[in-house]
């Protein structure tokens, strides 16, 4: 038994861009990037460029994905079909929201070939102390028995035991404590099953244009930690560039609008066309479904990838198993209200751009039927000429038919007379001429016979 050709290839693909173990405290600075024409080899250069400036090893020759360790640093580059994504992991304790990251040079976005479209700064924070232990012990504030509960919609927990203490835990600090946020809305849930809590607001700041999270770590593991981190990086990843075909699908909308308003004053002249009108009218026609391909050619790949992007967009937010805190819109709640709508414009522009055209093929259909009635009676009524020309001709033959009797006659009449002279003579010659002459009218009766016969089968064909 042999090995299919592809095997390795397909079990290689699997594992081709694993998730990294990742804890608390960590910084991460996620961008996503355009291709913007250039090719493929000129992304790996310039990226593995940067890899040996960090002093992590180049890129291998037709790599697609790459991740390496350089002490606290991590490097992660992935390829996609129009775009990259580079990504920097820092597990120093010393963390701030300055978008720059130790052991990168400061003009390393230049070395870095490309068009940003997308980017996010991810702070995790370490489980707080006195949040880990009077989550894991409560009872260990006095050896009496304890009573607790959630206070505030869970915003914090207390216990005591009615005999002098009692501990309060603040379970989710709110992001304004933190300064990050400064009066944007805040959008937060605790994720993968409440192991930790994440804020954000979606707003791009700083140098590079960066949407900030500020993430809690409340007992994540390392395998779920860069599973969450990775999930957060394609969710605004995808999201931008899934809204790349909005601007598309806007221009699309106003060019089918006037399309539409171009088809609709063609259709309600169709019946009053007058004739040699109906050439121009298809002309149009054509010409507005040229047009209307053009978009399509233009516009499909832009929505189907789009549609796709969005898909993946929603697969990610529901892996992220979110649980709403009061009073915050979850991240599944944001992106159904502001990236949704965009969505379905983009699916209504390529609906619009259907039906335009399903349009323009019935109008179409209809001015070819009106065309092809108006030449079938143009060739009936030259057909019906024809015909009557036809029968004039026959009716003149036939009036031409009694001289063509009196011409027959005449000559046959004559050519029996000579041979009755030739051939007889005397009395002999005198009867043979005598019963000629009483033979005319039968001699004009089988003329007459024999041309009815023959014009019989012409005048039977019409």
Known sequence: ????????????????????????????????????????????????????????????????????????????????????????????????????????????????????????????????????????????????????????RKAATLWTDFKGKAEVAILYEGPVLDGVFGDNQAIGSQVMRKSATLWTDFKAQGEFGLNCILLHDHHLHDFQCGRLIQRLCEIDTYRAVALLGLSPARLTMKQITDLGNELSVITNHLSNLEAGEEPEALSALMVMAAKVEEISAETAHRFSASEAYYAVVKMRISELDETRIEGLQTIEQFIERR????????????????????????????????????????????????????????TLQAKLETFSIIVVTYYLFDLID?????????????????????????????????????????????
């Open 339 to 394: 990236v949704d709508p965009a969505m379905r414009t983009c699916k209504a522009a390529s609906m619009r751009l259907d039906r335009i055209s399903q349009r323009i093929a019935r109008a179409s259909n209809l001015l070819r039927s009106k065309i092809d009635l108006s030449t079938e009676q143009k060739v009936h009524d030259l057909l019906s000429s024809m015909n009557k020309r036809t029968r004039r001709q026959l």
């Open 1 to 152: 038994m042999k090995s299919h050709p592809q095997r390795q290839q397909i079990a290689d693909e699997v594992h081709a861009r694993p998730f990294q173990q990742l804890s608390s405290p960590l910084k991460v600075m996620h961008f996503a990037v355009m291709n913007a024409e250039h090719s493929t080899e000129d992304i790996l250069h310039s990226v593995s460029a940067l890899y040996e400036v960090c002093g992590a090893n180049p890129l291998a020759e037709g790599a697609t994905f790459g991740f390496q360790d350089v002490g606290q640093l991590s490097l992660r580059w992935e390829a996609h079909n129009e775009f990259y994504t580079l990504t920097f992991y820092y597990r120093g304790e010393e963390q701030s929201w300055q978008q720059s990251i130790p052991g990168i040079p400061q003009d390393w976005s230049e070395q870095i070939v490309g068009e940003l479209i997308t980017g996010v700064q991810i702070l995790v924070k370490a489980p707080q102390e006195d949040e880990a232990s009077l989550s894991e012990d409560p009872v260990s504030i006095s050896d009496n028995l304890a009573i607790g509960s959630h206070i505030m």
């Open 418 to 462: 000579r041979t009755v002279h030739y051939l007889t003579s005397g009395k002999t010659e005198e009867m043979a001429t005598n019963g000629l002459v009483y033979s005319l009218p039968a001699v004009v009766l089988g003329v007459w016979w024999y041309v009815r016969r023959v014009t019989k089968e012409f005048k039977s064909d019409e």
